[in-house]
């Protein structure tokens, strides 16, 4: 058989009701031409595409929002809700960020941000799509937007540390001031007890004296002139008695009570003063070990599903055009069939 009779070998056109795939090998084989030619276009369509397609990434910065500054304990509690931070983004920051990215890249477009909130983690995340050429500048806007929230974030956990640190400095300032006052009446009551039992002595001394006199009186008069005598010796006696006994109650009672009620109001104080001390080292202790607010990660890049990648563009276009040419070569022959039967009709 021929080269020239073997194109001409079972055709659709012979069986156009029955599917035979040797007709079809022998169209392919006879429209060869158009085949490779409508594959080849399918296919370098794909590859053109596959090469001019810009790869697209979603650039995902992450924030954690840090915890409330607690009174000498972490509480668990975030500085800011996590909602609420986006609400603040996407009003107030992200605007003044963009007004400012505007002003500075004036040839250069704005980073579109998506901005959703995991509150029960306390992260935020801000999303860009965009190519691998432009990371270093969504990156550096991502940076821009989500300092402005650290700077706050930490502004605020310090003003609350330090109204916390203000008030039990306060407080152990007052201690130590009640304390030193304290202090300073026990020393003046100490020497108020010195000067009372100072008095009592020279009161016993006088004392002792006038009886001592009484005594000499009694002994060198004889009974008819003692009466006089002893009437002068015993003129100041009830009231040198009643001063002593005075003294002896201000000496050995009252300054006894005000210095122990004192003694034990220093106590009280100097337990004020170190519990203030123990305060504030807690605070100190608090605010070094708290969870700040923190960015995580900073426009990592990750693939967009969206769409075909190159790889799978260019098999697709393997496929489309085997599909396409197939189509091509039979409406090729299903054209010629007609055409051959208009011919035989007129």
Known sequence: ????????????????????????????????????GVFAAILLFGVVVAMIRTPQNSFVTVLQIGSAYGSNSVSGRLVEDAGGVVTKLERTVVPEIARAWRSEHPEGTVPELLIK?????????????AGMDQQSAVSAFHRSV???????????????????????????????????????????????KKLLKHQLERLNAEIDELSGARQAIVEKTDGENSAPALYIAQLDMPALLEHRDALEDELNIKQNLVLSGLKRKIVVAQSNEKAALAEIALLKKE?????LTRIQSLASPMPDHVGLSAKWIIIMSLLMGLLAAWFAVMFAEYMRRQLGAWKRQH
């Open 146 to 192: 989500v300092e402005k929230i650290v700077q706050q974030h930490e502004s605020l956990v310090m003003a609350q540390y330090q109204s916390h640190l203000s008030e039990a400095q306060q407080q152990l300032d007052d201690a130590v001031a009640e304390s030193n006052q304290l202090k300073e009446s026990v020393a003046q009551h100490e020497q108020r």
């Open 1 to 36: 058989m021929s080269s020239s009779s073997s194109l001409h070998e079972p055709s659709p056109a012979d069986s156009p009701e029955v599917f035979n795939p040797i007709a079809v090998y022998y169209a392919i084989l006879r429209r060869k031409v158009l085949f490779i």
């Open 117 to 129: 909130a995991k509150s029960t983690a306390g992260i935020v995340l801000l999303m860009t799509k």
């Open 287 to 291: 605010v070094n070990s708290l969870r």
